[in-house]
């Protein structure tokens, strides 16, 4: 079993603010959140990520009533 760190997007995210990078460290703390809603807070690897589950949490942005244009997924 592979052992990897938590919160490693949380980080990033801290040092885009760091970096005075606030406006994308907001996006990135928005998107995250929102992924994690989508994910039932369950975690996963970036292999896990494929082209269907992105369709399914395409198919979730708009049950929430996020736009096409917001979700840039098209």
Do not use: P, Q
Not at 7 to 18: D, P, S, T, V
Not at 48 to 64: A, G, N, P
Request: aromatic residues 6%; charged residues 30%; without cysteine.
């Amino acid at each position: 079993m592979r052992m990897r760190k938590k919160k490693n997007g949380a980080k990033r995210i801290e040092n885009l603010k760091k970096l005075g990078k606030s406006r994308t460290s907001e996006t990135y703390s928005t998107t995250l959140s929102s992924f994690k809603n989508f994910r039932e807070g369950i975690d996963l690897t970036l292999e896990d990520i494929d082209s269907d589950m992105m369709v399914i949490y395409e198919s979730y942005l708009r049950t929430k009533g996020i736009s096409s244009n917001t979700s840039s997924l098209n």
